[in-house]
């Protein structure tokens, strides 16, 4: 049974941080591209950025250098370490496992809230 279990979600002041894990189980982490989602109230859920086992990352526009994205094959994570967040970063996260054949895979979100 696959399993995505995301964690490090919550509350921050603008200008803040998170750093958002998912432990993945039951696939073999290092042939999924990894990334992470997000989805506000009343908007579509987006990418905000994803990681294959061999480096290869992108980011949405609206990151701007803020996030970073990274992995260890060893322990089946891959993170999310989000700064200088902003009031719309305010969403739930969604990790997501993707092997760009025929298997995609959804954690079960984890709510990030950036207010004062």
């Known amino acids: 049974q696959v399993q995505l279990v995301e964690s490090g979600g919550g509350l921050a002041q603008p200008g803040g941080s998170l750093t958002l894990s998912c432990a993945a189980s039951?696939?073999?982490?290092?042939?999924?591209?990894m990334g992470w989602y997000r989805q506000a109230p009343g908007k579509q859920r987006e990418l905000v950025a994803f990681?294959?086992?061999?480096?290869?990352?992108k980011y949405a526009d609206f990151v701007e250098g803020r996030f970073t994205i990274s992995r260890d094959d060893a322990k089946n994570t891959v993170f999310l370490n989000m700064n200088s967040l902003k009031p719309e970063d305010t969403a739930v996260y969604y990790c997501?496992?993707?092997?760009?054949?025929?298997?995609?895979?959804w954690g079960q979100g984890t709510q990030v809230t950036v207010s004062s």
């Open positions: 997501n496992a993707d092997d760009y054949l025929t298997e995609k895979y």
């Open positions: 039951g696939i073999i982490f290092r042939t999924y591209v």
């Open positions: 990681q294959s086992s061999r480096g290869t990352t």
